[in-house]
């Protein structure tokens, strides 16, 4: 009898994947379907059930094996082979499902130890409040947007066509890849408090897609 597993038990909630290569690449290419469509379907020769899905991936991952590459005070001894080969094991139609990927360098001993003043998790908080406020008001989450209003909602002026055919074109993204970074946009507006999408939302929302970069630049 099939049950649910970790996907549907995050229903609702987070499901977090740390060393995400380390992952065999089937279970992972599993993972297309519910960031898709929110549902896991498992057929068997009686039935068919449809357990829901709908959940926030996390999954971190180092840049290389050996997680030195591109750090300044250490040195990475992965040929671009062996980088390449360890970047492949998420496809690319799986990355085209994952909204933000992002690097995140080491910290430096002086901010790690410095007193500087920045936003608090409170203040943070409520700007995020304020951005779904917004998005409920137009019935949905930027994320749960359809497809057919897309154009609608993230409409741009022609700084912003510009900037995401640019990046369209030389970072050889997918339809589903320039519909995220347009429902991307759209969020970094609204925690702005704007209500049109600029060509400077659509330039940072791109910034998020780093493995994107590597796979294509």
């Known amino acids: 009898m099939p049950r649910p597993g970790e996907v549907s038990f995050a229903q609702k909630g987070l499901l977090f994947l ?23 379907t498992i057929a068997r020769s009686t039935m068919t059930l449809c357990f829901p899905s709908r959940f926030m991936l996390v999954a971190a991952m ?11 005070t250490r040195e990475c001894r992965c040929t671009p082979g062996i980088i390449q080969r360890y970047l492949s094991k998420i496809s690319g139609p799986l990355l085209d499902r994952i909204d933000i990927h992002i690097e995140v360098p080491a910290v430096p001993y002086k901010e790690l130890r410095g007193n500087g003043v920045c936003e608090s998790s409170e203040e943070i908080r ?17 994320a749960e947007m359809p497809s057919s209003l897309i154009r609608k909602r993230c409409a741009l002026d022609d700084a912003g066509e510009r900037t995401l ?11 589903r890849a320039h519909d995220r970074i347009l429902k991307v946009a759209r969020t970094i507006a609204d925690l702005d408090e704007s209500e049109a999408v600029s060509a400077k939302h659509v330039a940072e929302a791109v910034q998020y897609r780093s493995l994107d970069r590597n796979y294509w630049c």
């Open 18 to 40: 740390d060393e995400f290569p380390e992952f065999p690449r089937n279970i992972l290419e599993l993972l297309r379907q519910p960031l898709e469509d929110g549902t896991v």
């Open 62 to 72: 180092n840049p290389c094996p050996c997680g030195f590459f591109s750090d300044s």
């Open 126 to 142: 409520q700007r995020v409040e304020r951005a779904r406020t917004v998005q409920l008001a137009r019935g949905y989450l930027n």
């Open 165 to 175: 055919e640019m990046a369209v074109r030389k970072m050889g993204l997918s339809a």
